[in-house]
């Protein structure tokens, strides 16, 4: 059960292990592009090419639905950025129940954009944890968990990435290690929710300090992308890193597009300008330049 291209690594995983997928749960096609076409989610292309049965309710709370899941038979539900709340009886039906592979290191960010919440708030790792679930919001007890660091680089598009291969592998381990693997409940300390990501939250303000807007820029890369104005044009910041300078904030420092903030200073090293694709600085700087004293609007 999933939906996004992080869940697909996870079923090739699965099917090259072996295991028989008796059905994919997806979410429905949505309209997408620019004749608005119903496109099927990535997990529905991967499953079609791989030549298993694809089912994609737009919900899971109906008997007529939950009947269906339970005909299944399965042996454990495997759920990966799925999208859709699963109620008791579908969580009941299968035999060894349903594992989540879920993006950090639990109770800290539970919820629905834990890669972007670590490296907004500057975490020095996370990683996945192997849950087996229970009608909370990511409250079940931990059967599996790896971390790996965040590196001063790092952009959620990136940490997607590996979070994704590590899952895909560690729910292959849990599965194969079932049987010994004891439930570890979740500490009642230290619960942090990662609230969706609202797009309020990509307009980049200039006199936050140089380290937290480096941090909004990494987390919000690629998508949905912090922003600012240069010359009345909206430009996403995509990648960058924190300068040794000082400046009026929100000022261009020199013609490299050093850029001052509340304190310290940032350089953005990959750009994008709207209906455009994303460049390098040098590529950006050849086709736009900017002169130092530019004042940027957030």
Not at 73 to 88: K, N, S
Not at 123 to 140: H, S
Request: hydrophobic share 40%; net charge negative; with cysteine.
């Amino acid at each position: 059960m999933g939906t996004p291209e992080f869940s697909v690594p996870a079923l090739d995983a699965l099917v090259e292990a072996g295991h028989q997928v008796v059905c994919v749960y997806t979410q429905p096609p949505r309209a997408a592009g620019r004749g608005k076409k119903d496109r099927p989610t990535p997990v529905h292309q991967r499953a079609e090419a791989l030549g298993l049965p694809v089912r994609h309710p737009g919900t899971l709370r109906t008997a007529e639905v939950q009947d269906a899941f339970a005909a299944l038979e399965a042996d454990v539900g495997v759920v990966v950025a799925y999208g859709l709340i699963l109620p008791r009886p579908v969580l009941n039906a299968p035999r060894h129940g349903c594992l989540n592979i879920h993006a950090s290191l639990l109770p800290r960010w539970r919820g629905a954009a834990p890669i972007h919440r670590a490296i907004m708030a500057g975490d020095a790792e996370t990683g996945v944890c192997i849950m087996q679930m229970e009608p909370g919001l990511d409250t079940g007890p931990v059967l599996l968990r790896e971390a790996i660091p965040i590196g001063a680089e790092d952009t959620t598009g990136a940490l997607h990435d590996r979070l994704s291969a590590l899952g895909a592998r560690m729910i292959v381990e849990t599965l194969a290690r079932l049987p010994e693997l004891e439930p570890e409940p979740q500490p009642a300390k230290g619960v942090t929710y990662a609230e969706k990501i609202d797009k309020a939250e990509a307009r980049i303000d200039w006199t936050r300090p140089a380290a937290e807007i480096d941090r909004q820029i990494r987390g919000l890369s690629p998508f949905p992308g912090a922003w600012c104005e240069i010359g009345g044009e909206r430009v996403k910041l995509l990648a960058s890193a924190v300068a040794d300078a000082t400046g009026e904030p929100g000022t261009v420092l020199d013609d490299r597009l050093t850029i001052a903030c509340g304190s310290g200073a940032i350089v953005p090293t990959r750009l994008q300008r709207a209906g455009r694709g994303a460049q390098d600085l040098d590529t950006f700087l050849r086709g736009w330049p900017v002169a130092a004293g530019t004042r940027l609007e957030g």
